[in-house]
């Protein structure tokens, strides 16, 4: 979900402490994790009601199917175990460099 370093983790905690304090930082990150924890519980129950609504006859949806890149992927390679990958260019032999953060 994400994709935090080392870094940036302690870097996070350390603004964390600074906001909050040593003595209000317990409390902060129980409530954090209470409303993490209800927020997932009211999905799962939302999940469980639209499947519920639906009746039998869609007995095998998946509400991760309405994602729109797994949706594409759904009905676009169905039957295909992977999308066929497209051809490197090679330079030297060598792939060339790959920027993930490039748009």
């Known amino acids: ?3 935090i370093s080392g870094g940036e983790f ?3 905690l350390l603004l964390a402490l600074l906001i909050f304090g040593p003595d209000q930082l317990p409390k902060a990150a129980q409530q954090v ?3 993490l924890r209800q927020l997932r519980t ?3 129950s939302a999940s ?3 499947k519920e609504g639906l009746g039998p006859e869609y007995k095998d949806f ?3 199917d309405l994602n729109p890149k797994r949706f594409v992927q759904k009905h676009f390679w169905e039957g295909d175990e992977e999308p066929e990958a497209k051809p490197v260019a090679r330079l030297n032999g060598k792939r060339p460099p790959f920027d993930d953060e490039a748009t």
Do not use: H, P, T
């Open 10 to 12: 302690v870097v996070l």
């Open 48 to 50: 469980k009601d639209i």
């Open 62 to 64: 998946d509400v991760q």
């Open 33 to 35: 994790g209470r409303v």
């Open 42 to 44: 009211m999905a799962n």
């Open 1 to 3: 979900m994400f994709n």
